[in-house]
Nanobody, 126 residues
Framework: VQLQASGGGLVHAGGSLTLSCAAS????????MGWFRQAPGKEREFVAGIRLSGGGTRYADSVKGRFTISRDNANTAANLQMNSLKPEDTAVYYC????????????????????WGQGTQVTVSS
């Protein structure tokens, strides 16, 4: 499985960005695609995830109401719409795939995701 992430950039506080992640290669019937982020000096943290076939979602408390994760019609890609961005959202954002998730579960544990894309930088200026 290969993941291609795109859409990072520089934005002022209060602005918006959309990240996209496309998966190619063989996956399971209902993989979960997640977004994580890592700021300098901090651990990688879960941001949002979605079941590509069932559509179930999960968000970190810090982004609820501001970020929206969605999937494409082919169930091979996920977008992360980020609104009302804050300087503390600045980080390298990574997409990842959990190919064999537990039923109805979107996990936020990084080690449960088997495949990772390259990071994309998001910088929010104050």
């Amino acid at each position: 499985v290969q993941l291609q992430a795109s859409g990072g950039g520089l934005v002022h506080a209060g602005g918006s960005l959309t990240l996209s992640c496309a998966a190619s290669g063989r996956t399971s019937s209902n993989p979960v695609m997640g977004w994580f982020r890592q700021a300098p000096g901090k651990e990688r943290e879960f941001v949002a995830g979605i079941r590509l076939s069932g559509g179930g979602t999960r968000y970190a408390d810090s982004v609820k109401g501001r970020f929206t994760i969605s999937r494409d019609n082919a169930n091979t890609a996920a977008n992360l719409q980020m609104n009302s961005l804050k300087p503390e959202d600045t980080a390298v954002y990574y997409c990842a795939v959990d190919v064999n998730p537990a039923p109805r579960i979107v996990t936020g544990v990084p080690t449960m995701y088997e495949y990772w894309g390259q990071g994309t930088q998001v910088t929010v200026s104050s």
